[in-house]
């Protein structure tokens, strides 16, 4: 059997149609972080139909955190928009929700799906990370195939029916005296979260210990020359569905993203 850094090494040199094979039939369940460069990530959301108005009023009104980029038809399992996607198999890793509680985490959704769903795709920090790294930045997470540490903060958001709750945040480790080039370059990327929303002390933004994420890995120590850095992050809609109780939702596994056929650089995607 492969080591998990091989099949992610592998994976990196795979162009979108060569890794959708592979993810769509369950031989890379991986994070996605790194893959398909230059190509848009996204969050994905799965709701019943009853939700849908409520949840896409959520994200209009907190688009920093929940940046939409995509939504189905009810009933479809495709993205007119987005590529040659499934949602239904087109994800490593989908959590199964009931009643705001973690119910399951599995590789493909066929069991669940029914004609009564709606997906949304939400922008995705790996978008700008490519961008990051194009600049000559060091992505830990990337280098040690890790998942993004993501933590739940004291940031409001703006409730719609019945999502609430805090932003998400993710966050990278960053040189002090490039902080302000990554402003720079992530302010563009307002479909994927664009610049960050805090850096320095994360107790500021109620992460009360920055070695123990709410999902990902533990980041390591900082050096003396380097911040912590945090952007909203598309995790923001499963910590309001947490909170809210929906009695079903299925969501991509934090760190496990849908890739699109959509180029990174893009215009904002229309949504269909």
Not at 140 to 163: C, E, L, Q, W
Request: hydrophobic letters at 35%; a negative charge.
């Amino acid at each position: 059997m492969e080591k998990k850094n091989d099949l992610y090494d592998q994976a990196k040199t795979l162009n979108n149609d060569q890794l959708r094979i592979l993810i769509r039939e369950e031989d890379y369940k991986g994070q996605t972080a790194g893959l398909s460069k230059n190509m848009l990530q996204t969050n994905l959301i799965i709701l019943e139909k009853k939700y849908a108005l409520d949840f896409m009023i959520f994200c209009q009104r907190n688009p920093k955190a929940c940046p939409l980029v995509g939504v189905t038809d009810i009933g479809s399992p495709f993205f007119k928009t987005l590529g040659k996607i499934d949602v239904r198999t087109d994800v490593p890793s989908y959590n199964i929700y009931k009643k705001g509680e973690l119910f399951n985490t599995i590789n493909n959704i066929y069991d669940y799906w029914n004609d009564d769903m709606i997906a949304f795709a939400i922008g995705c920090s790996f978008t700008f990370e490519h961008s990051l790294m194009r600049n000559g930045f060091s992505i830990d997470h990337i280098n040690n195939n890790k998942v993004v540490p993501m933590y739940k903060t004291n940031i409001n958001n703006v409730s719609s029916g019945p999502f609430a709750n805090t932003m998400v945040v993710s966050m990278r480790i960053i040189k002090k005296n490039k902080v302000d080039k990554v402003f720079d370059i992530c302010k563009s990327y307002h479909w994927a979260h664009g610049s960050p929303v805090h850096f320095g002390d994360p107790q500021e933004i109620g992460i009360s210990n920055i070695y123990q994420p709410d999902w990902g890995d533990n980041p390591r120590p900082l050096l003396d020359d380097e911040v912590n850095v945090f952007w909203a992050c598309g995790v923001t809609p499963q910590n309001a569905i947490l909170n809210s109780k929906v009695s079903f939702c299925i969501s991509h596994t934090p760190g496990y993203m849908l890739i699109t056929d959509v180029k990174e650089d893009a215009e904002v995607p229309i949504l269909q």
